[in-house]
């Protein structure tokens, strides 16, 4: 019960290729690659959001006069 030989890889590589398919195997890599890459994206946007918010909570309290107000907002159902 040692490590694997490359023989064991192969078979159960081909016993994955028999079950699924190389066309779901092609599936899934492309969608595995995308949501890599969609992650990298999002974190390279989260970043530079989060800099755009200190800026703007910068301005905000540089001005100690400015009127705070809020908004209320009555939720309306669909019926």
Not at 23 to 43: E, I, P, R, Y
Request: aromatic content about 6%.
């Amino acid at each position: 019960m040692g490590t694997f030989s490359i023989w064991h890889w192969l078979v159960v590589l081909v016993i994955v290729l028999l079950v699924f398919g190389t066309k779901k195997l092609k599936n899934l890599g492309s969608d595995l690659g995308g949501a890599v890459k969609g992650f990298k994206d999002g974190m390279k946007d989260g970043g530079s959001s989060d800099a755009e918010s200190q800026v703007t909570a910068q301005v905000g309290q540089d001005k100690p006069n400015a009127e705070k107000s809020t908004i209320d907002v009555e939720a309306k159902t669909k019926s």
